[in-house]
């Protein structure tokens, strides 16, 4: 008879001190994701994953909770020094980096990799209402 083994699904949780958090917000969803040194992500949250659906998802106050939800991830695994990494033109990249200051978590950098073209694709036409 062959034995089976089992293997265990309990995954190590590993303490991440120094901590990468990308901050990428849309007009319609804020997805924060945070990532070691390393660009192994750690966790991630979004107003999707919050429980706001449709257009409520694109405002400040989703925003807010994701990064809360992020903030109480990284605090549980140890994390005590982050670098804040923004993109895009949404409505709650400012919120979420107020609840990062107000956490107690050492923000060291906050930097904008928001893309712009330089004159690149032509724009949609205007919308005629």
Not at 20 to 47: E, Q
Not at 51 to 65: D, H, I, N, R, W
Not at 88 to 93: A, E, H, N, S
Request: net charge positive.
């Amino acid at each position: 008879m062959l034995k089976q083994s089992k293997k265990s699904s309990k995954k190590l949780k590993k303490s991440v001190i120094d901590g990468l958090i990308i901050i990428n917000s849309t007009f319609n969803n804020t997805i924060v994701t945070a990532t070691d040194c390393y660009g192994k992500v750690i966790a991630w949250a979004s107003g999707g994953t919050e429980g706001f659906k449709g257009a409520k998802k694109g405002t400040p106050f989703a925003a807010q909770s994701a990064t809360e939800k992020l903030i109480k991830a990284l605090l549980e695994q140890g994390t005590q020094r982050i670098h804040i990494s923004v993109s895009g033109p949404g409505p709650g990249r400012e919120t979420s980096i107020r609840s990062f200051q107000t956490s107690g978590l050492q923000i060291i950098s906050i930097k904008d990799i928001t893309s712009v073209p330089f004159n690149g694709c032509r724009p949609p036409k205007k919308r005629r209402i």
